[in-house]
């Protein structure tokens, strides 16, 4: 909706230049704490990646106006993007990486410790 609300027309590539950051941004939002609830659960109370990997998906075959019969994984490569859950992945590692050069005595530190521990 955004997106369509700049009328950036059918430009592809400002589109998918737009694309991280104000589609992935907003649909990965805070995804270093909710991530690995959501990556391999079926659970309605905890929601489901495979919801959020379907708007993405249309989201750039709408972009690439490409038919719904091309795979997705040709979708992503013709887009140079990941699918959700590679992405999410990306963020919560990056997030873990920052935490490990924190000093050890901050509480995101202590507790990263104690869970992989």
């Keep these: 909706q955004k997106l369509s609300r700049l009328d950036v027309g059918h430009n592809i590539a400002v589109t998918m230049e737009l694309y ?41 075959r709408y972009t690439l106006k490409q038919p719904r019969q091309t795979p997705s994984w040709l979708l992503y490569r013709e887009a140079g993007v990941y699918p959700v859950q590679l992405a999410c992945l990306r963020n919560m590692l990056k997030f873990l990486d920052r935490v490990r050069g924190l000093p050890q005595q901050e509480y995101v530190s202590i507790a990263m410790r104690q869970c992989v521990c």
């Design 20 to 60: 991280p950051h104000m589609v992935e941004s907003a649909m990965l939002y805070g995804c270093e704490v909710w991530g690995m609830l959501c990556m391999n659960t079926k659970d309605p109370t905890v929601g489901n990646v495979d919801d959020v990997e379907r708007v993405h998906r249309n989201f750039v």
